[in-house]
């Protein structure tokens, strides 16, 4: 193209303004405002048509199509059954050996707690945020492990090495799962950097998330962990999988929100160790602690830990929150101390008293720490070396450090007091929660503080000066003889608790008038065990205790001003505006002081100024106010409460606020509110059933919360049990003391609540369908581990197919490719509830492990199981129609069952067994609907009903040995596999060659009447009649000898003679015929053979000379 000439100008592509979207409509809006709107103003006569759509069925299948999308959002709603402190959440980090899970596991809790765990067992729970708890677990590659955890997780991190794939557990995992109510799953494929191509690295991502998508669904999310440095994942993608684990939403399983269940994270053996010196293997008692969730647990309810079997519960009672959720305060993160771990099985947990003893663990993030004042307590606590009973008898009881004996031991029980003592104010309960976490230069420099200020209190500076060390004080605390160990522990945590700094709430003292009458100090007396009082302290900081609270009475020395009191009303109001939140009108504040100023002189002048307070009685903008705003200002005048007058003043505050507002920010609202109404689908005819639907449900939720509000704790746990998001403390007896002894604290603990009925043990009815990965079909009667509820136990199993009229048809083997039905002896479960079944839970087994999966169906005591039975038997006699059978039956009691039975030949004639005759036994009178032969095979289709074997042991793995796991019953193949035996054959299941006679067809027989009306042609041709000798006539022909005459005796024995020798000339010619056969048969074999060995070599000859014209070829 050629360039432009210098008088035209090029052509460039025009600037295309935008018409529409969020920045033309300010520009629109600010152009309107400021009266420089460039819009035309529409057109009169414009086209109708031109703006509507342009095809009736494209808008049809757009409308539907979005009508689609919306129902497809929406799910079915459940009542809200969740807690006000919901429980923490359940998230299991599951995969094959040698995947990653523990590096992935300690990478998280450094990511939350800013610390490591020296060993990680079995559960660990953690404060991730203000409204969330975590409870991280780890699932060995153990199927046991994997069943029970995916009956309580609440998410799955699933590991997948990126450099091998997707293995086989990855697959059971997920499809148990399926079976006992899908959690939410997180893909993570990490040893990605064991794949050194880039390009590579993308296809397996891509291929691997597709295939992860095709088990879960479409879209789930899967995480990447690039790398591994120091045998860590990178920080920022451990971040990463954090967040989106804080920020994961949770839909309600209504199996688990009807049953109560605890993952137990702590264990605890409460024997008495002299019952265990004298028997070691006696039954032992536990208590066992954990979480509360799914439904309330009532005190000695019926439950069932899975690996240990069915359990009572023998008490329970609520503990203090291990975990407990931080203050609610505006901050957006946590601190270092309210990021609290929770881990008792990888020892790390905090001190916990109980009834029965004293834990110490480390307690928080701040454990981590290297500087930690914890450590102390510890070791004070673990070198005490003589019981607290011997110095209990030995010690007197000071209530105060350095003090006089307030309480003497005496000989005879009695105990003395010192009357100097009595009335003392300050005990160590006092000192601990007055003087938390200070140390020696903290009491000095309060003491100086309060000197300078004038204050009167000289026992409080008394026992400042007095103050011991803390270690001073454990040393006194542990040697009083009355304490108990709770009260020293008690006073040990306080002393040695990090004190906590209060802010000041500047607003609040402000503007909160109780603030300044309320007093300083607020003491409580109570009794303690009637010998004593004690006055306690109020918690509460005063003013003057929180930072710089002594600066509202003294300013410093160098500053001459006047000392204010700022508990005066009137000196505090001066100050008001400089903390005023919101939004601040200096013409607004002006105003509101005019009218005030107006309104007192109204009060004191004459009726004659109403006109002028009518012309200022005005609002904010400048309108005059009605009547009812006037009676309204003159009631509010005769109240003089304090109160009030607060309360008079902050809505006089949010109505300037309101009433200030922008006209343009008033449009706004109210375009938003009509936007909402038009894609709020609350406001959507279409969705009234839905909404109706769901506000029903809201409305029991709420019911469901508030029917026990009004009852105290211990009062709502005997009426509606424990319910989720306590933590709780579970005592069983009667445990084997196996458990005790092989306690494995990596296994998951499970307690799951049995609902009335699921303790019974009967007759189970599933539909059942073998996995198409299982390599072998089953077998009636062999043993199956079934997973069904909480329950894992193995039983037998008999299949069967419902026909059309109901009747459940035994089958020796379960189908290839389709559903059938199976029944066996076990604990009854609640219908619709699904189950899986595998054949042995052994490590090393090649191939998929679950066999079956299915659902329960009926629990019907009366369900029978039948099977063909087919009885043949053979006509003894027929009598036109009716006939003597035998062989069917063996005796006469048997064939009496058999009466009116339905019988068939295999030609078809049916037929009915009429009666049993005495003689011979087992031969019975039947008939037929036509006359049958000799020959024919009588048949009787009988169904014999199939007995459900009564077999049913749950699935102890808790109980046994890592090395000596359990096993359970094995089938017929397997043991005939590892003995080496062959099964039994037995000789009526041999095949055999059947003879068969040739049939031979009889001679067609016309009857004389049917013959007699046939036409002529038809009529079958008979030669002359032969008469058939008499009897007579047969015995003569038989005894009459026949005599030849001597003419004919030479004929006849000359043609045998003649016959004779042709017969021996035929014989042999035969032999010679044969000769020269088999001589010219080896002539030709000869042949043949040179024939063949000549063609052999001129191939030979053939090949040799190719070969030598390639070899010429390729030399030149």
């Known amino acids: 193209?050629?360039?432009?000439?210098?008088?035209?100008?090029?052509?460039?592509?025009?600037?295309?303004?935008?018409?529409?979207?969020?920045?033309?409509?300010?520009?629109?809006?600010?152009e309107k405002k400021d009266g420089t709107s460039k819009v035309a103003p529409p057109e009169v006569n414009r086209a109708r048509k031109g703006y509507t759509f342009k095809s009736a069925n494209k808008a049809n299948r757009a409308v539907r199509r979005a009508a689609d999308i919306d129902e497809k959002k929406k799910h079915i709603p459940y009542v809200d059954r969740t807690s006000t402190l919901p429980p923490p959440i359940i998230v299991a980090i599951v995969g094959p050996s040698k995947v990653g899970k523990t590096t992935l596991l300690r990478g998280l809790i450094k990511n939350y707690v800013r610390g490591a765990l020296s060993q990680i067992k079995g559960p660990v729970t953690i404060v991730t945020n203000k409204t969330r708890r975590v409870t991280f677990i780890e699932v060995k590659n153990d199927i046991n492990h994997m069943i029970d955890v995916a009956k309580i997780a609440d998410l799955v991190l699933l590991m997948v090495d990126a450099s091998y794939g997707f293995e086989m557990e990855h697959f059971e995992f997920l499809n148990?799962?399926?079976?006992?109510?899908?959690?939410?799953?997180?893909?993570?494929?990490?040893?990605?950097?064991?794949?050194?191509?880039?390009?590579?690295?993308?296809?397996?991502?891509?291929?691997?998330?597709?295939?992860?998508?095709?088990?879960?669904?479409?879209?789930?999310?899967?995480?990447?962990?690039?790398?591994?440095?120091?045998?860590?994942?990178?920080?920022?993608?451990?971040?990463?999988?954090?967040?989106?684990?804080?920020?994961?939403?949770?839909?309600?399983?209504?199996?688990?929100?009807?049953?109560?269940?605890?993952?137990?994270?702590?264990?605890?053996?409460?024997?008495?160790?002299?019952?265990?010196?004298?028997?070691?293997?006696?039954?032992?008692?536990?208590?066992?602690?954990?979480?509360?969730?799914?439904?309330?647990?009532?005190?000695?309810?019926?439950?069932?830990?899975?690996?240990?079997?069915?359990?009572?519960?023998?008490?329970?009672?609520?503990?203090?929150?291990?975990?407990?959720?931080?203050?609610?305060?505006?901050?957006?993160?946590?601190?270092?101390?309210?990021?609290?771990?929770?881990?008792?099985?990888?020892?790390?947990?905090?001190?916990?008293?109980?009834?029965?003893?004293i834990y110490i663990d480390t307690k928080g993030a701040q454990s981590f720490s290297k500087n930690r004042k914890r450590n102390e307590l510890v070791e004070a606590l673990e070198n005490v070396k003589v019981g607290i009973d011997d110095k209990m008898q030995n010690v007197e009881l000071r209530l105060l450090a350095n003090s006089k004996k307030a309480v003497t031991n005496v000989e005879d029980g009695d105990v003395e007091?010192?009357?100097?003592?009595?009335?003392?104010?300050?005990?160590?309960?006092?000192?601990?929660?007055?003087?938390?976490?200070?140390?020696?230069?903290?009491?000095?420099?309060?003491?100086?503080?309060?000197?300078?200020?004038?204050?009167?209190?000289?026992?409080?500076?008394?026992?400042?000066?007095?103050?011991?060390?803390?270690?001073?004080?454990?040393?006194?605390?542990?040697?009083?003889?009355?304490?108990?160990?709770?009260?020293?522990?008690?006073?040990?945590?306080?002393?040695?608790?990090?004190?906590?700094?209060?802010?000041?709430?500047?607003?609040?003292?402000?503007?909160?008038?109780?603030?300044?009458?309320?007093?300083?100090?607020?003491?409580?007396?109570?009794?303690?065990?009637?010998?004593?009082?004690?006055?306690?302290?109020?918690?509460?900081?005063?003013?003057?205790?929180?930072?710089?609270?002594?600066?509202?009475?003294?300013?410093?020395?160098?500053?001459?001003?006047?000392?204010?009191?700022?508990?005066?009303?009137?000196?505090?109001?001066?100050i008001s505006d400089c903390f005023v939140t919101g939004k601040w009108d200096e013409e607004a504040a002006e105003k509101k002081k005019l009218k005030d100023e107006l309104r007192g002189a109204k009060h004191g002048d004459d009726d004659d100024d109403d006109d002028v307070w009518d012309a200022f009685d005005l609002d904010e903008e400048g309108n005059p106010l009605n009547d009812d705003d006037e009676d309204m200002n003159e009631s509010d005048e005769d109240h003089n409460d304090e109160e009030e007058e607060v309360?008079?003043?902050?809505?006089?505050?949010?109505?300037?606020?309101?009433?200030?507002?922008?006209?343009?920010?008033?449009?706004?609202?109210?375009?938003?509110?009509?936007?909402?109404?038009?894609?709020?689908?609350?406001?959507?005819?279409?969705?009234?059933?839905?909404?109706?639907?769901?506000?029903?449900?809201?409305?029991?939720?709420?019911?469901?919360?508030?029917?026990?509000?009004?009852?105290?704790?211990?009062?709502?746990?005997?009426?509606?049990?424990?319910?989720?998001?306590?933590?709780?403390?579970?005592?069983?007896?009667?445990?084997?003391?196996?458990?005790?002894?092989?306690?494995?604290?990596?296994?998951?603990?499970?307690?799951?609540?049995?609902l009335t009925g699921e303790q019974n043990i009967g007759v189970v009815q599933v539909r059942l369908k073998r996995h198409r990965w299982f390599d072998r079909i089953l077998k009636s009667r062999d043993p199956l581990i079934i997973s069904c509820g909480w329950r894992r136990y193995q039983t037998l199993v008999i299949y069967s197919m419902q026909d059309h009229n109901m009747r459940q048809r035994f089958l020796k083997y379960s189908p290839e490719h389709m559903h059938c039905h199976a029944t066996f002896w076990g604990p009854i479960t609640s219908q619709n509830t699904g189950f899986l079944a595998v054949q042995s839970v052994a490590d090393r087994i090649k191939g998929f492990r679950i066999c079956a999966s299915g659902v329960v169906l009926n629990l019907d005591r009366n369900h029978q199981v039948v099977k063909k039975l087919k009885l043949i038997g053979t006509p003894h006699e027929i009598h036109k129609k009716t006939a003597f059978m035998k062989g069917m039956f063996t005796s006469q009691i048997e064939a009496a069952k058999f009466e009116g039975a339905t019988i068939r030949t295999v030609s078809g004639i049916r037929g009915e067994i009429k009666k049993a005759i005495p003689?011979?036994?087992?031969?019975?009178?039947?008939?037929?609907?036509?006359?049958?032969?000799?020959?024919?095979?009588?048949?009787?289709?009988?169904?014999?009903?199939?007995?459900?074997?009564?077999?049913?042991?749950?699935?102890?793995?808790?109980?046994?040995?890592?090395?000596?796991?359990?096993?359970?019953?094995?089938?017929?193949?397997?043991?005939?596999?590892?003995?080496?035996?062959?099964?039994?054959?037995?000789?009526?299941?041999?095949?055999?060659?059947?003879?068969?006679?040739?049939?031979?067809?009889?001679?067609?027989?016309?009857?004389?009447?049917?013959?007699?009306?046939?036409?002529?042609?038809?009529?079958?041709?008979?030669?002359?009649?032969?008469?058939?000798?008499?009897?007579?006539?047969?015995?003569?022909?038989?005894?009459?000898?026949?005599?030849?005459?001597?003419?004919?005796?030479?004929?006849?024995?000359?043609?045998?003679?003649?016959?004779?020798?042709?017969?021996?000339?035929?014989?042999?010619?035969?032999?010679?015929?044969?000769?020269?056969?088999?001589?010219?048969?080896?002539?030709?074999?000869?042949?043949?053979?040179?024939?063949?060995?000549n063609i052999k070599l001129h191939k030979k000859a053939i090949c040799r000379r190719l070969s030598k014209q390639e070899q010429s070829k390729k030399s030149n």
């Open 1 to 30: 193209m050629a360039p432009p000439d210098g008088k035209e100008k090029q052509k460039r592509k025009e600037h295309r303004v935008h018409s529409k979207g969020g920045k033309v409509t300010k520009k629109k809006d600010r």
């Open 176 to 357: 148990i799962c399926q079976i006992h109510g899908m959690p939410r799953v997180l893909g993570i494929l990490n040893h990605l950097d064991c794949v050194p191509k880039l390009a590579k690295q993308r296809k397996i991502k891509k291929q691997l998330k597709h295939r992860f998508w095709t088990e879960v669904y479409q879209g789930c999310k899967m995480f990447y962990l690039s790398k591994i440095t120091n045998e860590k994942y990178l920080t920022n993608d451990v971040k990463n999988l954090a967040r989106f684990i804080s920020v994961m939403k949770f839909r309600p399983m209504p199996w688990r929100d009807a049953h109560p269940y605890i993952l137990c994270d702590r264990f605890e053996d409460i024997t008495d160790p002299e019952v265990i010196k004298k028997n070691d293997k006696t039954d032992r008692a536990i208590c066992l602690y954990g979480y509360m969730r799914g439904a309330q647990l009532k005190e000695h309810s019926a439950v069932h830990v899975p690996g240990i079997g069915d359990l009572r519960v023998a008490s329970i009672t609520s503990l203090a929150d291990p975990c407990p959720f931080p203050d609610k305060t505006k901050r957006r993160g946590l601190n270092e101390k309210e990021k609290i771990i929770y881990a008792p099985f990888s020892g790390l947990g905090g001190i916990v008293y109980d009834k029965d003893a």
């Open 417 to 574: 007091m010192d009357d100097e003592e009595d009335n003392d104010d300050y005990s160590l309960i006092d000192e601990d929660e007055e003087f938390d976490g200070m140390s020696e230069e903290d009491f000095k420099s309060e003491d100086d503080e309060e000197n300078e200020s004038g204050s009167d209190e000289d026992d409080g500076e008394e026992l400042f000066k007095k103050r011991p060390t803390t270690d001073q004080t454990l040393v006194n605390a542990i040697n009083a003889p009355d304490l108990n160990l709770s009260d020293v522990a008690n006073r040990a945590a306080q002393l040695y608790t990090p004190s906590k700094t209060t802010r000041i709430n500047w607003n609040k003292i402000v503007y909160d008038e109780d603030n300044a009458t309320k007093e300083e100090t607020q003491e409580n007396d109570e009794l303690t065990a009637g010998l004593f009082t004690i006055k306690r302290k109020d918690k509460a900081k005063t003013l003057y205790s929180q930072e710089d609270g002594f600066c509202y009475r003294q300013f410093p020395s160098t500053s001459t001003a006047t000392i204010n009191n700022w508990e005066d009303s009137e000196q505090r109001a001066t």
């Open 647 to 754: 309360d008079g003043e902050a809505k006089e505050d949010e109505d300037s606020e309101g009433k200030n507002e922008d006209k343009s920010e008033n449009k706004k609202d109210k375009k938003k509110m009509r936007l909402r109404h038009l894609f709020d689908p609350d406001h959507d005819e279409s969705n009234e059933y839905f909404n109706n639907l769901k506000a029903e449900l809201e409305d029991q939720a709420k019911l469901n919360r508030n029917a026990f509000e009004g009852l105290e704790d211990q009062d709502r746990e005997k009426i509606e049990g424990f319910r989720a998001g306590v933590y709780v403390r579970i005592e069983f007896s009667g445990i084997p003391y196996e458990m005790v002894e092989h306690f494995d604290a990596t296994s998951p603990y499970i307690i799951g609540g049995l």
């Open 919 to 1093: 003689r011979p036994p087992g031969n019975v009178r039947c008939t037929f609907e036509d006359k049958i032969l000799m020959s024919d095979i009588v048949f009787l289709r009988t169904w014999v009903t199939v007995p459900i074997p009564q077999f049913y042991t749950s699935v102890i793995d808790h109980l046994m040995t890592p090395e000596n796991k359990w096993e359970g019953m094995r089938t017929v193949g397997k043991i005939r596999h590892e003995l080496g035996l062959k099964p039994e054959t037995k000789k009526d299941s041999d095949y055999r060659e059947v003879e068969r006679v040739e049939f031979r067809a009889p001679t067609l027989k016309v009857p004389k009447k049917l013959e007699a009306e046939l036409p002529y042609r038809l009529k079958p041709k008979h030669g002359p009649m032969e008469t058939k000798p008499t009897k007579e006539q047969s015995f003569i022909a038989k005894h009459t000898a026949v005599i030849l005459e001597p003419e004919d005796s030479k004929r006849e024995r000359l043609m045998n003679m003649l016959r004779t020798l042709h017969k021996e000339s035929e014989t042999k010619d035969k032999v010679a015929r044969d000769a020269a056969k088999e001589k010219h048969r080896k002539e030709v074999e000869e042949f043949e053979t040179k024939r063949a060995r």
